[in-house]
């Protein structure tokens, strides 16, 4: 599935890939990951949406792995909403194996910023959902102004403890996707979190117009641009729903009255 179809199905829901001939002759058993939003463990709570940013880009990332079927953000966030988990702390093995299994996930990516001055720290699992198995660990530290950096190194720490080869061409594509959706500033990767973070409260407008303001600080990168326009389509979907139902409260109104 290409990159942009990655990402919509991370907002829209899940879309069937259309069969080819190669995978019809060689179909390829593909892992179900979920990927958590990230725990704010450092004691900075202005920091709080930020694990949101980097769970969507890490989920962008490994969306370009062929080998690998994501669940859809949305439907995750969801499912926290309804346990009602937002302010839980998600690093847990236990509640995300949890979550997992309501998903129907085989694996799960938790994640924890750790620290982000003078210096970020991110730790991540990758856990068995099966069993509760932490089968990978990762643990990347370096300066605020190399954010991209150290997501892009999570990433492929990920996909290793996943026990996904890549191939050559693999590795290019990821590599490509991951320059395309660059952000190299920690501000401009928190307003992007604010978003999310808005856009998962249902407030979708604010959520545009928030995402709008990150499109001017990082045009170049094709994740923002993107999530900007499914976010504008979806406010001008809830402000036509609004427009609808005070109609209808007006016109119901008229008759009763």
């Known amino acids: 599935m290409r ?11 899940p879309l ?5 001939v190669d995978s019809l002759a060689r179909p390829v058993a593909r892992k179900t990951v979920a990927v958590l939003r990230f725990d704010n463990n450092s004691g900075d709570t202005q920091y709080d949406p ?5 769970a969507a880009m890490m989920t962008t990332d490994l969306g370009t792995v062929d080998a690998i079927q994501l669940v ?24 995300a194996a949890q979550l997992g299994k309501l ?5 799960i990516v938790t994640g ?12 991540t699992r990758v856990i068995r959902v099966e069993t509760g198995e932490i089968v990978k660990t990762a643990q990347v530290t370096g300066d605020q102004k190399k954010f991209f950096d150290l997501q892009q190194k999570l990433s492929k720490e990920l ?3 996943l026990d996904v080869a890549l191939s050559p061409d693999e590795e290019q594509k990821l590599q490509a996707q991951q320059e395309s959706e660059r952000v190299d500033d920690l501000v401009v990767q928190l307003h992007y979190s604010e978003a999310l973070d808005l856009f998962d409260r249902k407030l979708y407008v604010e959520a545009a117009e928030k995402m709008g303001q990150v499109v001017k600080e990082a045009p170049q990168s094709s994740l923002v641009g993107l999530t900007y326009r499914m976010m504008s389509q979806r406010a001008k979907q809830e402000a036509k729903q609004k427009t609808t139902n005070k109609l209808k409260g007006w016109l119901k109104g008229k008759i009763d009255g």
Do not use: C, H
């Open 3 to 13: 990159p942009a179809l990655v990402l919509l199905a991370l907002w829209l829901g």
């Open 72 to 95: 859809e953000r949305e439907r995750m966030q969801d499912l926290v909403t309804e346990m009602q988990l937002q302010n839980s702390r998600l690093f847990d093995p236990k509640t």
């Open 159 to 161: 996909i290793k403890g």
């Open 50 to 54: 930020l694990g949101k940013g980097v």
């Open 103 to 107: 998903v129907g996930a085989q694996y």
């Open 112 to 123: 924890a910023i750790v620290a982000l001055d003078p210096r970020i720290r991110m730790d």
């Open 16 to 20: 069937a890939p259309a069969a080819s």
